[in-house]
Nanobody, 123 residues
């Protein structure tokens, strides 16, 4: 069992930056691949970024590539998402998720989910 708690969301102007944090609780939390997804009002939840359990492999959605960076600190059971050059289109609830499948961006491969944190980017 893994519990995930996100933090770090907020309101920022376009071009600004935010860092989201996801704390993972559970004996085996550090063995899971971790991902970030987001859901804007009226839209499906979409993949943003994922990182393997070791941190050696990362993958990003095209819409955030070169602006967002995902990284993890297994000693602290924490995964972070650094978001730079934010755009109004990035406005959404951001969810942290854990997967036993190491290299997947599919929602159905993620077994555990956090409660989400709101990110709002004003123009």
């Amino acid at each position: 069992q893994v519990q995930l708690v996100e933090s770090g969301g907020g309101l920022v102007q376009a071009g600004g930056s935010l860092r989201l944090s996801c704390a993972a609780f559970g004996r085996t939390a550090s063995t899971y691949a971790m991902g970030w997804f987001r859901q804007a009002p009226g839209k499906e939840r979409e993949f943003v970024a994922r990182i393997s359990w070791s941190g050696g492999s990362t993958y990003y959605a095209d819409s955030v590539k070169d602006r967002f960076t995902i990284f993890r600190d297994n000693a602290k059971n924490t995964v972070l998402l650094q978001m730079n050059n934010l755009e109004p289109e990035d406005t959404a609830v951001y969810y942290c998720a854990a997967s036993a499948t190491q290299y997947s961006g599919r929602r159905r491969d993620y077994e555990y989910w956090g409660q989400g944190t709101q990110v709002t980017v004003s123009s």
